[in-house]
């Protein structure tokens, strides 16, 4: 049987990740995937389909929101490859106890808030030029592998190479404990 992963979205949804194509043909021979739309789980309404209505409700209760439903739908053990906003709801989740064995964000910024780390193998991917990545300190405090990748910006697992790259990375841990 394969472990499961789950996939968690960024800020725009389902509607705006047919990118996520470039990491599920990798990662589904060796992973049970299911994909969450981070806006679904947070209940987020995507009337007004812009960044900065997004952005206001998941900071005012859709990552609270999509926390809470995330611990309700996932009761088993998983592995976790989050982008941006799903990072911190990823994140989030495990420290009110979901069952995390690997956790892999890519351009959670929104963790530089963060001042706990969960349980489990942590590995997390930033742009060299995201300029809201935390700090080297934050890093260091919390003891959390990371990756900072030269001359990237926030969204650049959006990009086909960067997703084949992590993907394999992900695939070449899958039985390291």
């Known amino acids: 049987m394969k472990p499961r992963l789950i996939v968690l979205s960024d800020i725009w949804g389902i509607e705006k990740s047919d990118w996520v194509v470039n990491y599920v043909k990798i990662l589904e021979t060796e992973f049970d ?3 969450y739309d981070s806006c679904k789980l947070g209940k987020v309404s995507k009337n007004i389909y812009e960044e900065s209505s997004l952005h206001s409700q998941f900071l005012e209760r ?3 929101t999509a926390t809470d439903r995330l611990l309700e739908l996932e009761k088993g053990k998983v592995t976790i490859l989050a982008f941006s906003i799903g990072g911190t709801i990823a994140w989030k989740a ?4 979901l069952d995390v064995n690997k956790f892999y964000a ?4 929104r963790l530089r808030y963060e001042t706990t780390k969960p349980e489990g193998c942590i590995k997390l991917f930033f742009g060299e030029y995201d300029d809201f990545k935390p700090e080297a300190n934050w890093f260091e405090q919390l003891r959390v592998d990371h990756e900072i990748s030269r001359g990237k910006k926030h969204q650049m697992y959006t990009d086909k ?4 790259k992590i993907s394999n990375e992900i695939k070449r841990r899958v039985n390291i404990q």
């Open 161 to 164: 190479n960067y997703a084949i």
């Open 33 to 35: 995937i299911k994909y």
């Open 106 to 109: 890519i351009s959670s910024t």
């Open 62 to 64: 859709g990552i609270s």
């Open 94 to 97: 495990a420290l009110k106890g």
